[in-house]
């Protein structure tokens, strides 16, 4: 498994809308082997594939804290086919807009389809943490960020902040 460089804003790969995968195979599974791993890295509850680079419909999360007890999750394809009205809001950050954090209104619930890992088809009612963070990762297949959800002003202030760090560079 690899560790990946996590691209993080401004970047324009992340603003690109993210491709179906056709079918999971060995490619898809190793990617998600590799984003689980980056994503354990840096700290993070959950990850798509575009912050690594590539442009495919694919997440990982888990919201499980201890070493000892990870929860992996595979979503391929995920598609939300039920929202709740209600909204919640939570604090959210993001691995590629680092060190930013804003409170953030989404629906409380969803029903979110998808194929897991071995590409059986999947369907998962979700509320809490988790439904608010397959909203964020799916924001991202299209090319969407948390940021995205402020004000002009706050959002330009933090990305200007983060063009004065380290330039994105892609490592194959
Ligand atoms: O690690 C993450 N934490 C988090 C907290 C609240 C709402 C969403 C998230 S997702 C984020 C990792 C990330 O950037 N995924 O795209
Ligand atoms: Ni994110």
Do not use: W
Request: proline residues 4%.
């Amino acid at each position: 498994m690899t560790i990946k460089k996590i691209l993080t804003e401004p970047n324009k790969f992340l603003r690109q809308v993210s491709k179906k995968v056709d079918e999971v195979s060995d490619v898809e599974r190793t990617l998600m082997d590799d984003m689980l791993e980056t994503m354990y890295d840096a700290n993070g509850i959950g990850l798509a594939a575009i912050q690594v680079g590539v442009p495919k419909r694919i997440i990982v999360i888990d919201l499980g804290k201890k070493e000892n007890k990870n929860m992996p999750l595979f979503f391929v394809n995920p598609v939300i086919i039920k929202k709740n009205d209600k909204l919640t809001t939570y604090e959210e950050g993001c691995l590629s807009v680092p060190d930013q954090f804003a409170e953030i209104d989404r629906p409380n619930k969803c029903t979110v389809e998808y194929l897991n890992y071995e590409g059986k088809k999947k369907m998962l009612d979700t509320d809490g943490l988790l439904a608010t963070c397959i909203q964020h990762e799916m924001d991202h297949l299209e090319g969407i960020l948390f940021i995205d959800y402020l004000s002009k002003l706050k959002r330009d202030y933090i990305i200007k902040k983060l063009s004065k760090s380290k330039p994105d560079r892609i490592v194959v």
